[in-house]
């Protein structure tokens, strides 16, 4: 992301055990008195507040009132919320448009999916069922090559097999899950990993321990208990010396090294120190990490956005 584009969002930003947002030159425009805070999405964010989760808007208007256990950040115009130990989601002005009676949900691509009673299924944006809660497990599927709507991965009785958005099956007996032209396969015999096209064509030699799906055009894979990065070709970018690694976001991979975590860029330069104890992927232009036992957002030259 740009310096542009960063300046023009606004940043959760830590005040010793307090929430509040800034802008990129650390010029605090939403006081810092919340017990917990999310990243601003489709205008809203999540805020914590006396224990409970509500939503406001970039004024501090309070959108969706401060009544929710937990509460996740809108996408697709929907949030998924906690309200008496069950999920369901609201929309903008608070409607509960599916309501809050389940385990758990995940929302994509237009579908929530929700667990009831231990079984997955589908439901559509207006909470109309859509496929039966049936099955045990489930995967989204990112579109690929030719295929811009694939379906799930879905699992009934530890045996998995792909499902379009009708519940039609698509294949059996194994996941089928490719990602920028390129899926991982590996062989029980071996249990080895490599890469292959759509049209089942090996790309990439099955010599790996263990390997990621590509994102930004490298891939994760470990080879004796080392993981680095490769190129859609099998080129080595990032060399195996880390315990652990996760794909590229906005140019930024996160890496693990001697139980610290810190970002890469796709050279394999370290761009932002391997000194934090836990962190999530860049997105807009911004991280949460952890150090010190506390959270807190990082930009993406390594800036702080915190105070004790």
Same mark, same amino acid.
């Given at each position: 992301?740009?310096?542009q584009n960063?300046?023009?969002?606004?940043?959760?930003?830590r005040?010793?055990?307090k929430?509040?947002?800034?802008?990129?030159?650390k010029?605090?425009v939403i006081e810092c008195?919340y017990?917990?805070?999310?990243?601003f999405?489709d205008g809203?964010?999540k805020?914590?507040?006396n224990g409970k989760?509500?939503?406001i808007?970039?004024?501090?208007?309070?959108?969706?009132?401060?009544i929710?256990?937990?509460?996740?950040?809108y996408?697709?115009?929907l949030a998924?919320?906690?309200l008496n130990?069950r @999920?369901?989601f609201i929309n903008?002005n608070?409607?509960?448009?599916?309501p809050?009676?389940?385990d758990?949900v995940?929302?994509s691509d237009?579908?929530?999916a929700?667990e009831l009673?231990s079984k997955?299924g589908f439901?559509?944006?207006s909470g109309i069922?859509?496929i039966?809660c049936?099955?045990?497990a489930?995967?989204?599927?990112?579109p690929f090559?030719?295929?811009?709507?694939?379906? @799930?991965?879905v699992?009934i009785?530890?045996? @998995?097999?792909c499902? !379009?958005k009708?519940g039609?099956?698509?294949?059996?007996?194994s996941?089928?899950h490719?990602?920028?032209e390129?899926?991982?396969v590996?062989?029980?015999?071996?249990?080895?990993?490599?890469y292959i096209?759509?049209?089942?064509?090996?790309?990439i030699?099955?010599i790996y321990?263990?390997?990621?799906d590509?994102? !930004?055009?490298?891939a994760a894979?470990?080879?004796?208990?080392? @993981?680095?990065?490769? !190129?859609?070709?099998?080129e080595i970018?990032v060399?195996f010396?880390?315990?652990k690694?996760?794909?590229?976001l906005e140019?930024?991979?996160?890496?693990k090294l001697?139980?610290?975590?810190g970002f890469?860029?796709?050279t394999g330069?370290v761009?932002?120190s391997?000194?934090?104890?836990?962190?999530q992927?860049?997105a807009?232009?911004?991280a949460?990490?952890?150090?010190?036992?506390?959270w807190?957002?990082i930009?993406?030259v390594g800036?702080q956005?915190k105070?004790?």
């Amino acid at each position: 992301m740009s310096a542009q584009n960063i300046d023009s969002i606004l940043i959760p930003y830590r005040r010793e055990d307090k929430w509040g947002f800034c802008k990129s030159i650390k010029e605090i425009v939403i006081e810092c008195k919340y017990d917990g805070i999310g990243r601003f999405t489709d205008g809203l964010a999540k805020v914590k507040l006396n224990g409970k989760w509500g939503f406001i808007d970039k004024n501090e208007n309070e959108i969706i009132p401060f009544i929710y256990e937990d509460a996740n950040r809108y996408s697709g115009g929907l949030a998924a919320v906690l309200l008496n130990n069950r @999920w369901g989601f609201i929309n903008k002005n608070g409607f509960e448009t599916i309501p809050c009676i389940y385990d758990n949900v995940s929302f994509s691509d237009n579908l929530a999916a929700v667990e009831l009673n231990s079984k997955w299924g589908f439901l559509n944006k207006s909470g109309i069922e859509v496929i039966s809660c049936r099955f045990d497990a489930i995967q989204f599927l990112e579109p690929f090559d030719g295929v811009p709507d694939p379906g @799930w991965n879905v699992q009934i009785d530890g045996k @998995w097999y792909c499902i !379009d958005k009708n519940g039609n099956e698509i294949s059996y007996d194994s996941v089928v899950h490719y990602v920028e032209e390129r899926m991982a396969v590996t062989d029980w015999r071996d249990n080895k990993w490599g890469y292959i096209d759509l049209n089942s064509r090996l790309l990439i030699d099955r010599i790996y321990d263990d390997c990621n799906d590509f994102s !930004d055009g490298l891939a994760a894979v470990m080879l004796k208990d080392k @993981w680095g990065f490769i !190129d859609k070709n099998g080129e080595i970018i990032v060399p195996f010396i880390y315990d652990k690694v996760y794909g590229f976001l906005e140019g930024l991979g996160v890496v693990k090294l001697n139980n610290k975590y810190g970002f890469i860029d796709k050279t394999g330069t370290v761009v932002i120190s391997i000194i934090y104890d836990d962190v999530q992927k860049f997105a807009d232009g911004i991280a949460n990490v952890k150090l010190n036992k506390k959270w807190f957002y990082i930009d993406n030259v390594g800036t702080q956005y915190k105070e004790e």
